[in-house]
């Protein structure tokens, strides 16, 4: 692994909050800069399109088989999905597969399944996997009523030594509701205000690659790349 590298974990408050959504603007702002990038999405269940967003983001660079060695059919979290099908992966396996396979690279990027807690392998959650990754965790919540909480609860779980730099990002909902333009002011409440960004919805032209980002975009994801200190 290259000198220094910082693992970049993508987690979040649930599922389909936009973790991958934004590890695709990231993986593809990363690469744009001319960094070297490795992406993960070690499990999948019920289909591998996230895998496929992060392929597309790396421009043909890594493999679908080396971003996601495990998939299972079930729409469940990936460790029930697993058991379903009586296979069995471990904590230690995701973290030797990304070490191996990060090797060289300036910046690496994983991202969860559904929330910190949710169970992943057989043996761990997402939590664990940052622990044992020594990785900087990002945390996705979706701008919406409710998230104050999710966030908060979201924040108290991570390590304590982890909670306060942890960049959270809200990601603007489908439709915004009465809260979604007051919610980054109350959780600064809570969080450094400086470590609470807001992401727009963002084109399926500018997710899939074919439209480029805006600047106000590329300035949002540069001040979460310099928030991640890579
Ligand atoms: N900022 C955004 N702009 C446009 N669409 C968004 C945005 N954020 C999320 N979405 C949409 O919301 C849905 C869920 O997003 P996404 O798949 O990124 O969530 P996720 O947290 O990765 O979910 P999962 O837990 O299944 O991995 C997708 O249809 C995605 O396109
Ligand atoms: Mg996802």
Known sequence: MAAKQKILVVTGTGTGVGKTVLSGLLVRRLVRLGRTVRAFKPLCSGGRGDARVLEAALNGSQTLEDINPWHFEASLSPALAARLERRVV???????HVRRHSDQVEQTLVEG???LLSPLTADGDT????????AVPLIVASNRLGVIHDVRATLGCLP???RSSVPVVLMAPASADTSTVRNARSLSEYHPADRIVEIPRVSEAIQSGVGSPSVALNRKLDQILRLLAI
């Open 160 to 162: 304590p030594s982890l």
């Open 127 to 134: 939590r664990d996997l940052i622990v044992r990754l020594r």
């Open 90 to 96: 471990t904590l230690q396996e995701v973290v030797a």
């Open 113 to 115: 399944a559904g929330g």
